[in-house]
């Protein structure tokens, strides 16, 4: 075994709630390797505001919970899937707070003690439960704080996973995945990862749109890779794209909590004239897609780069207890949220496709599991509800972690596998190729697969994207690897689904809006399912 080389019976890619609960999930003794892009705090589990969904509140049920979920997936929800995850909610909390994370807990009255829950787009009841506005952020200490105590994990940092490394099983003869080469961006060189499993805790694909409410490592990389991999992906058509996220000198800078609106806050137009109600009945409180839809139709027909958000009518005191965090980031930007609105835009937030899984994790590729937000599990459907991404998470962090320490023992340790070869690539002299393709990408991919979409334009899109893939993958046969560059074909990959997947859908959908086709099917709504054996898209 030499320095560029690692053995391991269980590589987790992904640092952030879904990669963590995976491991803390394994028994001691197992050899565990977790592989973060940057630090382990740098994912997109540290950004999440809202809070975790569950059913704990007196007044409110599991059937309650699943209801809101199917009813804000637009019928695409596995309604076993659903329930599945929705009754583990309250198991989620009291594992979380076994591991001492802080929650935000009711002060007063009956409930006193117990945890505070709010409510946001979708929830009929109030069930989120939240660390104040940086739930994510409590998330991820308490677990990273577990994974760091326990001296079977060994932690690399700053890697960037490269591909899947496939090869026959000995006694099924099936493709089994057998570890990862990563790229180490402390000292350039490519590592080889031998695993028994092989686990995918990426995040979603966020970062191929010019504006998003996502960390910059939100590149799409495991979805990428498990679909290089032979791994079937669905649903890619479905990008969230989240109501309101502060805009400042023409650009996205951060997202403003569905909690604002939650707890009160208002949408306004230039004027100071509310609009939300000729949408929706629901008004501010409808689901994500309506609100997103709704406030894209009001800048364009005003011709005005944002819209308002404004809670400043509850008051300084409660702004300054319940959104702590965002009030000081809005004063970063000159914004007051005590003082009056705020602009903001929709953005670009969560891949509610992805990688196909069943209850545990597993994909197509033996040895080869995903959780979190790099996948497709069914509970979605064509719009997530929020704050049940935390959620799922962990649910299936849980789930996968369990049936992966009940398998491992009848996993052998995998064979030979040749380390990279680096010989033969030469460093690049048009760097410049990246900066260009990875500002193309983005921007057509805002301007043509956006929040409102026509066949027209997805084909202007199919065909950037063709360009830009076969570009890349020219860059990627002759030049050493840089972390540009793996994320850059990964998006490129994750663009070139989304548009497929938009393609095959002949309806609107949820998050999927086509003015070609604006109403949804009257009957047999079905998952878009992309297979890289058939090399084409269809609907199962």
């Known amino acids: 075994m030499t320095d560029f080389e690692y053995s391991l019976d269980v590589l987790i890619l992904g640092g952030g709630a879904g990669g963590l609960g995976v491991a803390l999930e394994l028994p001691q003794g197992v050899s565990i390797g977790v592989l973060s892009k940057g630090a382990l705090d740098q994912g997109a589990t540290n950004w999440a505001q809202g809070g975790i969904a569950a059913a704990i509140g007196d007044d409110d049920s599991f059937a309650s919970h699943i209801a809101d979920t199917v009813n804000a997936g637009a019928g695409l929800n596995d309604p076993h899937v659903v329930r599945f995850a929705v009754e583990q909610g309250p198991a989620i909390i009291a594992w979380l707070e076994s591991l001492d994370m802080e929650i935000t807990r009711e002060t007063e009255g009956p409930r006193r003690g117990l945890p505070h829950l709010t409510r946001e787009g979708g929830h009929s009841h109030r069930r989120v439960v939240h660390a104040a506005d940086a739930t994510g952020r409590a998330v991820q200490a308490c677990l990273e704080r577990a994974v760091r105590a326990r001296h079977d994990v060994r932690l690399f940092e700053n890697h960037v996973a490269i591909d899947c490394i496939n090869r026959p099983d000995p006694g099924t003869g099936r493709l089994r995945c057998v570890g990862v080469y990563a790229l180490d961006c402390a000292d350039g060189h490519v590592k080889l990862f031998r695993a028994k499993v092989v686990v995918l805790a990426t995040g979603g694909a966020s970062r191929v749109y010019l504006h998003t409410t996502n960390p910059p490592g939100a590149t799409g990389d495991g979805i990428a890779m498990a679909w290089r991999a032979g791994c079937r992906v669905a649903n ?305």
């Open 236 to 540: 890619m058509e479905f990008t969230q794209f989240h109501p309101s996220c502060l805009i400042s000198d023409s650009r996205s800078v951060f997202l403003i909590s569905e909690a604002v609106r939650g707890e009160g806050g208002h949408l306004l137009l230039p004027d100071g004239t509310r609009f939300m109600e000729r949408f929706d009945a629901r008004a501010e409180l409808a689901p994500r897609d309506v609100v997103a839809r709704a406030i894209d139709h009001e800048m364009k027909r005003f011709g005005i780069e944002s819209v308002g958000l404004d809670i400043s009518h509850r008051g300084a005191d409660f702004i300054k207890s319940h959104f702590p965090t965002l009030h000081a980031r809005c004063l970063e930007f000159g914004y007051d949220m005590t003082a009056g609105p705020v602009p903001v835009v929709p953005a670009a937030h969560y891949t509610c496709g992805g990688v196909m899984t069943d209850l545990a994790g597993r994909t197509d590729r033996d040895g080869l599991y995903a959780v979190g937000e790099c996948t497709f599990t069914g509970l979605h459907g064509a719009n997530r509800l929020a704050s049940n991404s935390l959620l799922e998470c962990l649910v299936f962090a849980r789930a996968a972690g369990r049936d992966i320490a009940a398998h491992l023992g009848d996993i052998g340790t995998p064979g030979d596998i040749a380390p990279w070869d680096e010989s033969w690539v030469r460093d690049s002299d048009e760097e410049v190729v990246l900066s260009h393709n990875w500002a193309e990408l983005r921007r057509f991919m805002w301007d043509y697969v956006g929040i409102v979409r026509t066949t027209k334009r997805l084909e202007r899109a199919r065909h950037r994207a063709d360009l830009l893939k076969a570009e890349i993958g020219d860059y990627y046969a002759n030049f050493r690897v840089s972390q540009t560059l793996l994320e850059l074909r990964n998006m490129a990959d994750c663009a070139d689904l989304i548009v497929r997947s938009a393609l095959a859908r002949h309806e609107s959908r949820g998050l999927h809006y086509i003015l070609d086709y604006p109403d949804p099917l009257p009957t047999g709504a079905r998952d878009t399912v992309l297979d890289p054996a058939a090399g084409v898209s269809g609907e199962a």
